[in-house]
């Protein structure tokens, strides 16, 4: 079955989209446990991680059986599909799309039948260098003939590329295919994948996404974040190394490495994309972020009269700031829980009227005030300019904004879907352009060294490309970027045919063509990468 598909708004204004979040992975193996509804409840954690699928796919020993569909998780499974979804070895995914638009057979876990056995596969992040996994590919289906080796019918997502690929090895167990592609991948990734009888989770050499370790009393569990491993009563046992596989069978959970670390955590994770209660590299989140406001405090004092967060995100930091300035902290900025996935786009006439589905301000409580409004971050602007302007309507005497993260100048292309350079509002625009633009008395980021600071975690370690614009991964050249790039590789083609850089699609067919995985062998069938957050 599937739905229509919706759009996701961060901000306060009706089809304003801001930074979507990395998609979240689940995992667990655990004989005699109810797996499904365990991955069910571990994808209701990671939900603001992906909204724009979800799906679950469970192993007996002898099958996989794959259920996934547009929406959120909560609309997507029932109690009589998990009911259906019997096994011992379980993964889920919620998805917001980086690579490949989000459409049903872009959803995940992917699948595939192989010579062995079968396979699904679960990814967050964004792999760089889609196209030479795609060129592989078609050189696979050549090499064997097999159709089975292309991609599933209507996908067009670099995680469906890979799950092809670990597929194209008829003479090998998962395991070893797993350790001879893994390698060859370029990017962010953050694994769950399983054969019939086992769950393997992988990341990539600098760990840009996150990926945990978690124990059952009778079996175990990987997630993206630690706070899916509360929700389901698994005990913290530790991250997954960059570079790091892990299988987890009935022999018990064994670890090999394909790659050396080389870590490169992503920051925004601490500014934004992790919940307050997940743990990264031994720092709980909402201790970073409740940080980080002491540290604007320090580096951007005001005289004012209230704190007030944009919810939920700017909330911990801008406790912090209270807390560092004793300026009273107070919640100034009501937020609509309910404004979800989907929502009717109103006309520029109902624009005008200020429509205000996500935030509204308390009058009682503004009115009068000088104010210093804590929000996460800045991306083009107009959602700052309008909290702004109804402030200031609500009688506001000052607005001082306070960002806790650095001007995001440059896009990212390790699993987070900001806007593109020309819309980011701090490229190419001073602070003091930004503050006369979103209508501020004044405005303070926190600096980069200040943000790192606050982690733990060392400089050298952490990917702040979004910041900097220094990039740890090589990226490949700008026409093999983008998030619909296998979409459009027969028209790339023709541009840069002579660099040899792009897949003859219309040459071999088969590259859109998946025998093995179509969705009416077992329940299985296509997908892609996830993220965002109501």
């Not at 009058?363 to 409004?373: A, D, P, S, T």
């Amino acid at each position: 079955m599937r739905r229509g598909d919706g759009k996701l708004s961060h901000d306060l204004l009706p089809g304003e989209k801001g930074p979507q979040d990395a998609c979240g992975v689940f995992g667990v193996w655990a004989p005699g446990e109810e797996v499904a509804k365990l991955t069910y409840f571990g994808l209701y954690a990671l939900q603001h991680r992906g909204q724009e699928s979800a799906g679950i796919a469970v192993s007996d020993g002898t099958h996989i059986l794959v259920y996934k569909d547009m929406g959120l998780v909560s609309q997507v499974f029932t109690e009589a599909s998990l009911e259906s979804l019997q096994g011992h070895l379980a993964i889920g995914h919620t998805r917001y799309s980086t690579t490949g638009a989000s459409v049903w057979e872009n959803a995940q876990p992917t699948f595939r039948a192989t010579a062995t056995g079968h396979i699904a596969l679960g990814h967050n992040g964004n792999l760089t260098n889609t196209h030479e996994l795609a060129r592989r590919v078609r050189e696979r289906a050549d090499e064997s003939g097999e159709l089975s080796l292309g991609t599933s019918l209507g996908s067009s997502s670099d995680t469906d590329l890979l799950t092809s690929l670990l597929a194209s090895h008829p003479d090998l167990s998962l395991e070893a295919a797993a350790i001879e592609e893994l390698p060859l991948l370029k990017g962010a990734f953050s694994l769950v994948f399983m054969d019939d009888t086992t769950l393997y989770a992988a990341r990539d050499p600098q760990g840009v996404r996150p990926l945990t370790l978690g124990r059952l009393e009778r079996g175990w569990v990987v997630a993206s974040e630690t706070a899916a491993l509360d929700i389901v009563g698994a005990s913290f046992v530790r991250e997954i190394e960059p570079g790091e596989l892990i299988a987890i069978d009935e022999q018990g959970l064994r670890s090999s490495r394909f790659a050396e670390a080389e870590p490169k955590g992503c920051l925004f994770e601490f500014v934004y994309l992790a919940r307050p209660d997940t743990t990264i590299s031994g720092r709980s989140i909402h201790g970073v972020r409740a940080e980080v406001g002491r540290q604007l405090a320090r580096e951007f004092p005001v005289v004012a009269d209230l704190v007030i967060p944009v919810p939920e995100s700017g909330t911990p930091a801008a406790v912090g700031y209270a807390q560092e300035s004793g300026i009273p902290f107070a919640q100034g900025l009501v937020k609509n829980a309910y404004v979800g996935r989907t929502f009717i786009q109103p006309s520029q006439t109902l624009r005008q009227l200020g429509i205000r589905l996500k935030l509204n301000p308390l009058r009682e409580i503004v009115q009068g005030k000088k104010l210093v409004v804590v929000d996460d971050s800045i991306v083009r602007g107009n959602t700052q300019r309008a909290i702004v302007r109804m402030l200031r309507e609500a009688g506001a005497l000052e607005v001082h904004v306070r960002i806790s993260s650095p001007p995001v100048k440059w896009p990212c292309f390790y699993g987070i879907d900001f806007a593109t350079r020309a819309e980011l509002i701090a490229n190419g625009l001073a602070v003091d352009e930004i503050r006369t633009a979103i209508g501020a008395d004044s405005l303070g980021y926190v600096s980069l060294e200040g943000l790192v600071q606050t982690t733990g975690v060392a400089m050298d370690r952490l990917c702040r490309a979004c910041f900097d614009g220094v990039y740890p991964i090589e990226l490949p050249t700008p026409e093999m970027l983008g998030k619909h790039l296998l979409e459009g590789l027969d028209q790339l083609e023709s541009k840069v045919l002579a660099s040899e850089q792009v897949i003859e699609v219309e040459a071999h067919p088969q590259v859109a063509l998946d025998v093995g995985g179509l969705t009416t062998l077992i329940g299985g069938g296509g997908a892609a990468d996830a993220l965002d957050r109501p």
